[in-house]
């Protein structure tokens, strides 16, 4: 590989060139997670990784629960799959909260937000 193919190849792993994801659910599984604590500009981060993207598209992905708005990793918000916060929850190198984020912890918790 050129230096020079090492730009576009980085655009090109992050789906922002090339034919895109068809579903908000693909793109945030493929980047594990995106920040998001400006709400419509992580949306409009999602929207630049799909095809034919619109508000409404990424919006009916958190309303089906195909992707989640979360404080896991940091106390900054997060898009994540919804199959994310457990196996993400051990990998953390610091717990957030008083509690330890263990998998359990996570998923007790997830059980508890997702109940209602």
């Known amino acids: 590989m050129k230096p020079l193919d090492i730009p576009h190849q980085r655009l090109r792993n992050q789906h922002l060139t090339g034919p895109g ?3 908000p659910a693909e793109v945030v599984s493929w980047l594990v997670a995106v920040q998001a604590q400006d709400h419509a500009g992580a949306k409009w981060a999602l929207g630049l990784r799909m095809r034919r993207a619109v508000d409404q598209t990424v919006e009916q992905a958190f309303t089906a629960g195909t992707t989640l708005r979360t404080h896991l990793m940091r106390p900054t918000w997060h898009f994540v799959s919804p ?3 457990a196996p993400l929850a051990h990998r953390l190198p610091i717990p957030i ?3 330890p ?4 912890y996570v998923a007790a918790a997830w059980g508890r937000m997702t109940a209602s």
Do not use: M
Not at 101 to 104: G, I, L
């Open 101 to 104: 984020r263990t998998p359990a």
């Open 21 to 23: 994801l068809k579903h």
């Open 97 to 99: 909260a008083a509690e």
């Open 83 to 85: 199959a994310a916060p």
